[in-house]
């Protein structure tokens, strides 16, 4: 990465919200080990976005924030498709003091580098650059 204080994400899944999930999952994993973690609290987002890649980058502001704002992290990431082409993103979070940080807490999530799309057999990737 062009910053020592970037993290690159990449994920894929045969869907758009399996893929979103997956990259959250390797937000959450590139700082904390939740392995073996208890959820003891689910809290659910509902995001919009103009386009595939802007959820993704919603997605992971969602989860910085409720990092910040609550001290929690999620130990198991759910994302279903909206109605209304959004996504619901539920998580089942933990207390930060009960699992062990392995790194360097997210900050943001940046727009340059953002893709989220299918490729021509239908199976979506994605990519996102994280501040920490």
Do not use: N
Request: with cysteine; hydrophobic share 50%.
């Amino acid at each position: 990465m062009p910053h020592t204080a970037d993290l690159r994400i990449e994920a894929w899944g045969p869907t758009r919200e399996d893929c979103i999930a997956e990259a959250v999952r390797g937000l959450v994993e590139s700082f904390a080990d939740v392995s073996g973690a208890r959820c003891h609290r689910a809290v659910e987002y509902h995001l919009t976005a103009g386009s595939d890649a802007d959820l993704l980058a919603a997605a992971m502001e969602e989860v910085i924030y409720h990092l910040d704002a609550s001290g929690e992290i999620p130990v198991a990431v759910k994302v279903s498709r909206a109605a209304d082409g959004g996504i619901d993103l539920a998580l089942r979070a933990v207390d930060v003091g009960a699992v062990e940080i392995i790194g360097a807490a997210p900050k943001a999530a940046s727009l340059s580098g953002l893709a989220c799309a299918a490729d021509e057999s239908g199976h979506w990737s994605c990519a996102v650059t994280i501040d920490v």
